[in-house]
C-alpha cells in the first residue's frame, strides 16, 4: 500500500508559478514510474508529466516549457514546478505512483489561476 499527500496548491495570478510536492509512504519510492495528472471541471482527466524510475520525464504539449517534474528518492517525493501558469491550467492536479499492474492515486490539490 502506498500513500501519497500532494500539497502545494492554491490561488495564483497569470503568469505566476506554483509548486506542487507530493510525498509518498513507503520504501519502495525509488522503483516508482510517478506523474502529475490534472482535471477542470467538465473536462476529462489528463497527464500531465510523468517521471521514470530512472529519471526521463515526457510532458503534455500544453505545459511544455513551462512544466518542470522532478524527484528526490531520499525524500520519497515528486514535484512540480509550474510556470507562467494560465487560467487554462486551472484544475485539480493529482499524483499517482505506478508499480506493475497497479497505479496508487493521491486526493489532490486544487490549482486556481486567476486574476
Known amino acids: 500500500q502506498v500513500q501519497l499527500v500532494e500539497s502545494g496548491g492554491g490561488l495564483v495570478q497569470p503568469g505566476g508559478s506554483l509548486r506542487l510536492s507530493c510525498a509518498a509512504s513507503?520504501?519502495?519510492?525509488?522503483?516508482?514510474?510517478m506523474a502529475w495528472y490534472r482535471q477542470a471541471p467538465t473536462k476529462q482527466r489528463e497527464l500531465v508529466a510523468r517521471?521514470?524510475?530512472?529519471?526521463?520525464?515526457n510532458y503534455a504539449d500544453s505545459v511544455k516549457g513551462r512544466f518542470t517534474i522532478s524527484r528526490d528518492n531520499d525524500k520519497n517525493t515528486v514535484y512540480l514546478q509550474m510556470n507562467s501558469l494560465k487560467p487554462e491550467d486551472t484544475a485539480v492536479y493529482y499524483c499517482?505512483?505506478?508499480?506493475?499492474?497497479?497505479?496508487?492515486w493521491g486526493q489532490g490539490t486544487q490549482v486556481t489561476v486567476s486574476s
Open positions: 517521471i521514470a524510475s530512472g529519471g526521463s520525464t
Open positions: 513507503g520504501s519502495g519510492f525509488r522503483l516508482y514510474a
Open positions: 499517482t505512483a505506478a508499480i506493475p499492474l497497479y497505479t496508487y
